[in-house]
């Protein structure tokens, strides 16, 4: 059975959360995007739009091969989410909503921690059930297509090794996470930033390995 939103549902979805990540300072300005994957397509943020202020009927709709189709601009970084929508199909957490922010945490911990392989130690249960590892990004520009490739590769080594990934970082840019839909993926995002901000705050020792296996067993945990 097919998990696309409808249209009418995704545009309303789009613009709900967006509102709310906006005016609990998860996005600021201009930054920031969402996307959705329809039956026969895509939705996303128009380039340069606040994502408290949206439109739903001028939202970005493009076809299956990326060719925009209606609405205002689409934002630049639809090429990186089309390379996470492909790359996640065939894993057991595929992408069919993406997020992405400069969440304040997160960014904060990408330049802290420079060229580290992942982003966050386990140091909640819940970071471990609700996000699992964020492979760090090495930096490349905005929109840069060697930026996608790497996120697609992060993507297929992981879901190799039987820990399939729900999130990247992108160094000093912001995360993207992806779940089945909006809502889903908020409460993805929102796990994650807190967890960023609870271990600039803190910087605590890590969940052990006897921990992390418990919380696999109990909760299916991908860790």
Known sequence: MSHDLDDATARAEIVRVGRSLFERGYVHATAGNISVRLADGYLITPTDACLGLLDPQRLARLDAEGRQVDGDRASKTIVLHRRIYEASAATPQPARCIIHTHSTHLVACSLQHGDAEELLPPITPYFVMKVGRVPHIGYRRPGAPEAAEAVADAIARYAHDGRAIRAVMLARLGPN?????PA???????????TARLWLLAKPAPLGQE?????????????
Do not use: N, T
């Open 211 to 223: 921990q992390i296996e418990e919380l696999r067993q109990q909760f299916g945990a991908r860790w």
């Open 177 to 181: 996470v992806w779940h089945d839909s």
């Open 184 to 194: 889903a993926a908020m409460a993805v995002l929102e796990e994650l930033e807190e």
